[in-house]
């Protein structure tokens, strides 16, 4: 790469850290917006579930209530059927009918009307306006026995609004001889509302399949008698189904809603329970308020450090320009830079350090002036920085950057990171560098530290998965070169679902970690690697080792951890913690065609194989060949 490709480069980099700044808000905000919807969404799921309940168990009471009433009916029809309406018979009748109403709470009232709509009992107790004697004429009309249930209506007795249900009853010749009628009271079914409580501004409604709204909670007798029949769920024939939900704009009180009908598949009944949506929303509104503002706060502390950060940069491009640019402002800056700026001859000697030297290297710059540049870096590291160094002696490169271990005069190590170009005389001959270095030892431990964290188990202190296969990988094809063995052990922990609903998560964690100590110890090579595969899943790979082996290490790990004594009292077999081993061994150059995939899959059937002999065992895959083929010589 030329030099003034590596100063476009350089030069785009503020704008690319704001991009990857800008970048890195919207998706946060992005990511926590989606999040709060979500959980909007399983709000109003729940309360749709909710609803779905409430609806369906009220229209099952609405249904036993009209039933109830139906079975007094039908006695009443089968005895004027039998005996005929005489005086003595009604006087029975109507006496048993003030028995059953007193007995039962939900029956409003019984009566019985002749074929020409003379009260026979209860005189007076249904209105006779032209609504009220609908049931009457469609009885008289139709000849059909089975019950009819009228719209709702109110009583001229005392004023209530009630529901009728009513049968045909014939005389002996078969014609028609009257109606026995039964009310249930819309009060009733309201204050039996009111035992569901789902909310302050709930509200159940059951209406007749016409639409006339027969008993509500809340505001009951403001609301009863009220038409919805041009709602969409009367109009809209999507809606007519036996039940589902419903999202609506309530025309009664003008109520965005959450709610479920279900049709009565026996009686013309609708049953609505809603919940107003704005007060179920209201908790997920408040927290989805509190937590916004503090993904925005964090947003905007990002948003900050981004632009402290791109400011930063700007600066450093600014003073490497300057260095560049101008030899005379050289000085000037380097005495303002906290980073140490030094310059080094064509002799590798320092000519120049920066006061900022103490607190890079522990050394003042008096000290470190006419010595050799290269002093203090690591062993290891002088060849990479030597090799750097002389090629830009050599003109062949402008600019280098050089991450090394130097010497400390207090901390005995730190680490720098170097920025170098060369100086060059008017000629444009080479006169020797400039470096500017800064300590970036806290970003090295951070460094190292992402990187144990992303092949190490956190709860184990194992190798990951992701480590497991890398290793895998490397451990197949050195077999394979050195035609040498591998081996593979799958430890599967028994019943550890049901140890975790016995004892708890915490418990079940422990367990983990105490399972993974007792693998761990059977590591005695630098070669053997253990990893907690996925769950309670746990692998451990045996370079150079054969069948043989692989079984001895799998038992003294299954007997292990038998022997600890972890207490579990659902793993019936046992009593205590066991697991159950599935191992197989394999040697690559014998085996061209397979990959490291069918190791994993022969110690896999073989730790299956374990569980269905019983669990707490270990099984080779050689075991589990040999008894498949004496199955199938069977």
Same mark, same amino acid.
């Given at each position: 790469?030329?030099?003034?490709?590596?100063?476009?480069?350089?030069?785009?980099?503020?704008?690319?850290?704001?991009?990857?700044?800008?970048?890195?808000?919207?998706? +946060?905000?992005?990511?926590?917006?989606?999040?709060?919807?979500?959980?909007?969404?399983?709000?109003?799921?729940?309360?749709?579930?909710?609803?779905?309940?409430?609806?369906?168990?009220?229209?099952?009471?609405?249904?036993?209530?009209?039933?109830?009433?139906?079975?007094?009916?039908?006695?009443?029809?089968?005895?004027?059927?039998?005996?005929?309406?005489?005086?003595?018979?009604?006087?029975?009748?109507?006496?048993?009918?003030?028995?059953?109403?007193?007995?039962?709470?939900?029956?409003?009232?019984?009566? +019985?009307?002749?074929?020409?709509?003379?009260?026979?009992?209860?005189?007076?107790?249904?209105?006779?306006?032209?609504?009220?004697?609908?049931?009457?004429?469609?009885?008289?009309?139709?000849?059909?026995?089975?019950?009819?249930?009228?719209?709702?209506?109110?009583?001229?007795?005392?004023?209530?609004?009630?529901?009728?249900?009513?049968?045909?009853?014939?005389?002996?010749?078969?014609?028609?001889?009257?109606?026995?009628?039964?009310? +249930?009271?819309?009060?009733?079914?309201?204050?039996?509302?009111?035992?569901?409580?789902?909310?302050?501004?709930?509200?159940?409604?059951?209406?007749?399949?016409?639409?006339?709204?027969?008993?509500?909670?809340?505001?009951?007798?403001?609301?009863?008698?009220?038409?919805?029949?041009?709602?969409?769920?009367?109009?809209?024939?999507?809606?007519?189904?036996?039940?589902?939900?419903?999202?609506?704009?309530?025309?009664?009180?003008?109520?965005?809603?959450?709610?479920?009908?279900?049709?009565?598949?026996?009686?013309?009944?609708?049953?609505?329970?809603?919940?107003?949506?704005?007060?179920?929303?209201?908790?997920?509104?408040?927290?989805?308020?509190?937590?916004?503002?503090?993904?925005?706060?964090?947003?905007?502390?990002?948003?900050?450090?981004?632009?402290?950060?791109?400011?930063?940069?700007?600066?450093?491009?600014?003073?490497?320009?300057?260095?560049?640019?101008?030899?005379?402002?050289?000085?000037?800056?380097?005495?303002?830079?906290?980073?140490?700026?030094?310059?080094?001859?064509?002799?590798?000697?320092?000519?120049?350090?920066?006061?900022?030297?103490?607190?890079?290297?522990?050394?003042?710059?008096?000290?470190?002036?006419?010595?050799?540049?290269?002093?203090?870096?690591?062993?290891?590291?002088?060849?990479?920085?030597?090799?750097?160094?002389?090629?830009?002696?050599?003109?062949?490169?402008?600019?280098?950057?050089?991450?090394?271990?130097?010497?400390?005069?207090?901390?005995?190590?730190?680490?720098?990171?170097?920025?170098?170009?060369?100086?060059?005389?008017?000629?444009?001959?080479?006169?020797?560098?400039?470096?500017?270095?800064?300590?970036?030892?806290?970003?090295?431990?951070?460094?190292?530290?992402?990187?144990?964290?992303?092949?190490?188990?956190?709860?184990?202190?194992?190798?990951?998965?992701?480590?497991?296969?890398?290793?895998?990988?490397?451990?197949?094809?050195?077999?394979?070169?050195?035609?040498?063995?591998?081996?593979?052990?799958?430890?599967?922990?028994?019943?550890?679902?049901?140890?975790?609903?016995?004892?708890?998560?915490?418990?079940?964690?422990?367990?983990?970690?105490?399972?993974?100590?007792?693998?761990?110890?059977?590591?005695?090579?630098?070669?053997?690697?253990?990893?907690?595969?996925?769950?309670?899943?746990?692998?451990?790979?045996?370079?150079?080792?054969?069948?043989?082996?692989?079984?001895?290490?799998?038992?003294?790990?299954?007997?292990?951890?038998?022997?600890?004594?972890?207490?579990?009292?659902?793993?019936?077999?046992?009593?205590?913690?066991?697991?159950?081993?599935?191992?197989?061994?394999?040697?690559?150059?014998?085996?061209?065609?397979?990959?490291?995939?069918?190791?994993?899959?022969?110690?896999?059937?073989?730790?299956?194989?374990?569980?269905?002999?019983?669990?707490?065992?270990?099984?080779?895959?050689?075991?589990?060949?040999?008894?498949?083929?004496?199955?199938?010589?069977?």
């Amino acid at each position: 790469m030329s030099a003034v490709t590596q100063r476009a480069g350089w030069s785009r980099l503020p704008l690319r850290a704001a991009a990857f700044v800008a970048l890195t808000c919207v998706a +946060i905000l992005s990511v926590s917006g989606w999040r709060e919807w979500a959980a909007r969404d399983a709000v109003l799921k729940s309360a749709e579930a909710e609803m779905a309940n409430v609806a369906r168990s009220l229209t099952q009471h609405a249904e036993d209530s009209l039933d109830l009433l139906d079975s007094g009916v039908v006695g009443v029809v089968s005895r004027l059927e039998m005996d005929g309406t005489e005086p003595a018979t009604i006087a029975k009748l109507k006496t048993l009918q003030e028995a059953r109403k007193k007995a039962i709470e939900r029956i409003h009232s019984l009566a +019985i009307i002749d074929d020409r709509g003379n009260w026979l009992t209860s005189p007076g107790t249904i209105g006779t306006t032209f609504n009220d004697d609908a049931f009457f004429r469609y009885h008289q009309l139709s000849p059909k026995r089975e019950p009819h249930v009228g719209r709702p209506v109110k009583s001229l007795l005392d004023g209530e609004w009630v529901v009728t249900l009513s049968r045909r009853f014939n005389k002996l010749d078969g014609s028609f001889g009257g109606v026995v009628l039964a009310t +249930i009271s819309s009060g009733y079914l309201s204050h039996f509302y009111e035992q569901f409580e789902i909310g302050r501004n709930s509200s159940v409604a059951l209406t007749h399949g016409d639409g006339l709204i027969i008993a509500r909670n809340p505001s009951n007798e403001k609301f009863i008698g009220r038409s919805v029949a041009n709602t969409p769920l009367f109009r809209d024939a999507g809606l007519q189904r036996p039940g589902g939900v419903y999202h609506f704009k309530s025309p009664l009180d003008g109520a965005e809603r959450v709610s479920f009908f279900k049709r009565s598949g026996r009686y013309p009944l609708v049953l609505l329970a809603t919940v107003d949506k704005a007060e179920l929303l209201a908790p997920w509104r408040a927290a989805a308020i509190s937590r916004m503002l503090y993904v925005l706060a964090l947003v905007m502390l990002l948003a900050i450090i981004g632009a402290v950060l791109v400011r930063q940069l700007q600066r450093g491009q600014s003073m490497a320009a300057a260095l560049v640019e101008k030899e005379a402002h050289f000085r000037l800056l380097a005495e303002g830079s906290s980073d140490m700026v030094t310059r080094i001859g064509l002799d590798e000697r320092l000519r120049y350090v920066s006061p900022s030297s103490i607190g890079v290297v522990g050394w003042r710059a008096n000290q470190l002036i006419g010595t050799p540049a290269l002093a203090g870096v690591h062993a290891d590291d002088r060849p990479q920085v030597q090799a750097l160094v002389d090629a830009m002696k050599r003109g062949e490169k402008e600019e280098v950057r050089v991450t090394y271990r130097n010497a400390h005069r207090q901390n005995a190590e730190v680490w720098l990171e170097s920025t170098m170009r060369v100086t060059r005389k008017d000629n444009g001959s080479v006169d020797g560098v400039v470096a500017i270095s800064r300590d970036i030892t806290e970003q090295k431990k951070l460094e190292n530290r992402l990187e144990t964290l992303a092949i190490e188990d956190s709860l184990t202190g194992l190798a990951n998965r992701r480590r497991f296969d890398e290793r895998l990988k490397e451990e197949w094809a050195r077999a394979y070169r050195e035609r040498s063995s591998l081996s593979l052990l799958m430890i599967d922990v028994d019943h550890f679902k049901s140890y975790n609903d016995e004892y708890g998560h915490p418990a079940g964690d422990a367990c983990l970690r105490q399972v993974a100590q007792i693998i761990a110890t059977e590591m005695h090579r630098s070669s053997d690697l253990a990893a907690r595969y996925g769950g309670e899943e746990f692998a451990m790979l045996l370079p150079n080792t054969d069948a043989a082996g692989c079984a001895l290490i799998g038992d003294r790990i299954r007997r292990a951890i038998r022997d600890a004594g972890l207490v579990h009292t659902t793993n019936h077999a046992a009593g205590c913690v066991t697991a159950s081993l599935g191992g197989a061994a394999c040697r690559p150059a014998l085996e061209r065609t397979a990959g490291v995939t069918s190791l994993i899959e022969a110690a896999d059937q073989a730790l299956y194989a374990a569980k269905d002999a019983g669990r707490n065992r270990l099984m080779m895959s050689g075991e589990v060949s040999n008894l498949l083929l004496k199955a199938s010589g069977q």
